[in-house]
């Protein structure tokens, strides 16, 4: 397959054939040449109609190509579409609508003043716009280029993450096997099935990981797009919440859902990964055994997910860089443990990408995590 798409390219570079396209300039021209053409022909129009409706009252004709001028002035570039046409409005009237009718008569008292003021009017609007049109490409190139720092911020703390979360598992998976094949006969079963317990868990932890990086390759380009589609939220819900016991089947999960059928757009296999990193992250490093409070709340844009624990909540230096680096518990080695970083950069990147938030707190007993996801109406309008 890969031998005949290269054939395929090949042949159509030695193809003797050109193909014949539009350059921008002149595709700009023509554009501007057409709209010119189109206005003065509305203009042209509208003031017969009215001078046919209204035939002892011919001053408002210019109004008509003055309207078509301002039109003219902003939807082209430069001045000299709105100079010819300014020209050809002039000479239109004098010769379309001005006694004696279908000649050219420039000797007429007021026209020079007219077209003086027809000029006067254009140079101004074509300056104004021009101004306009600069303006607004600097503010998009600016806006471009804050977007575009923003996503190589947001990659440098997923790769800063990632360096710290996968060294954590791998070394100590690395450790536990050198020990046991170094000295397996040395070491008793209790510690044999130690040494197999932790790398196991830290095989676990490592899928896990990769679970949340193939989560990110499902968000599209830099724009931060996905495709989402309605999906009940019990229902997704249920399956983070049947994932999460797997892993964790001694964790005690207090679940709060509204009574009302709760249907938002979304994609579910990346909520249901938002909904297992942010209640396994309370499991892990609340410090505590009491219940975790899950909880949903409909409100009228959009519907709140809740992970409320009852630990040791987070300091205020974590809660700064919260969802930046994987710094969750610094105050241990590197590789002592392993961080909630790139799950919580993971998650805001997911959230973003649903026109959601992700905002974490303490309260007055631990620790709180809430994301919110918009409904329809909201969704289309922010669109």
């Not at 844009?301 to 630990?311: L, T």
Request: proline share 4%; hydrophobic share 40%.
């Amino acid at each position: 397959m890969e031998d005949h798409t290269v054939f395929r390219s090949l042949s159509v570079k030695k193809s003797p054939r050109k193909s014949f396209r539009l350059k921008p300039p002149f595709t700009r021209h023509a554009i501007s040449i057409l709209i010119c053409a189109a206005c003065m022909l509305c203009a042209t129009l509208a003031s017969f109609l009215y001078q046919h409706i209204v035939p002892d009252n011919h001053a408002n004709v210019a109004l008509f190509y003055i309207l078509a001028l301002v039109i003219i002035a902003r939807w082209t570039v430069g001045y000299s579409y709105g100079i010819a046409c300014t020209l050809f409005s002039v000479i239109a009237i004098n010769y379309l609508f001005t006694y004696p009718y279908y000649k050219i008569n420039f000797t007429l008292t007021g026209y020079p003043i007219t077209f003086l003021l027809m000029s006067g009017i254009t140079l101004i609007l074509c300056t104004m716009t021009s101004h306009m049109t600069i303006q607004s490409e600097m503010i998009a190139e600016r806006e471009k280029r804050l977007a575009e720092a923003e996503m190589e911020k947001m990659r440098a703390n997923l790769l800063r993450a990632i360096s710290h979360d996968l060294r954590t598992p791998l070394t100590g998976i690395i450790g536990n096997s050198s020990l046991f094949l170094e000295s397996q006969n040395d070491l008793s079963s209790t510690e044999q099935r130690t040494i197999m317990t932790n790398i196991y868990e830290d095989s676990n932890w490592l899928l896990n990981m990769v679970e949340n990086l193939l989560s990110v390759t499902r968000i599209q380009g830099d724009s931060l797009s996905i495709n989402t589609t309605e999906e009940p939220v019990e229902e997704v819900v249920g399956e983070a919440l049947e994932k999460l016991e797997k892993r964790y089947p001694d964790a005690a999960i207090r679940v709060k859902i509204p009574e009302e059928f709760l249907m938002i757009p979304m994609d579910a296999v990346l909520i249901e990964q938002v909904t297992i990193n942010l209640l396994e992250n309370a499991i892990v490093h609340s410090g505590s055994i009491l219940p975790i409070d899950f909880i949903v709340e409909d409100h009228p844009e959009h519907v709140s997910f809740i992970v409320r624990d009852y630990g040791k909540g987070l300091s205020e230096e974590k809660l700064q860089n919260l969802f930046e680096t994987s710094t969750y518990n610094n105050s241990q080695s590197s590789d002592s443990r392993k961080g909630m970083g790139i799950g919580l950069s993971i998650c805001k990147t997911i959230i973003t990408a649903h026109h959601g938030t992700l905002s974490g707190r303490n309260h007055a007993d631990g620790a709180e995590f809430c994301f919110t996801l918009p409904k329809v109406g909201a969704v289309a309008s922010e669109k």
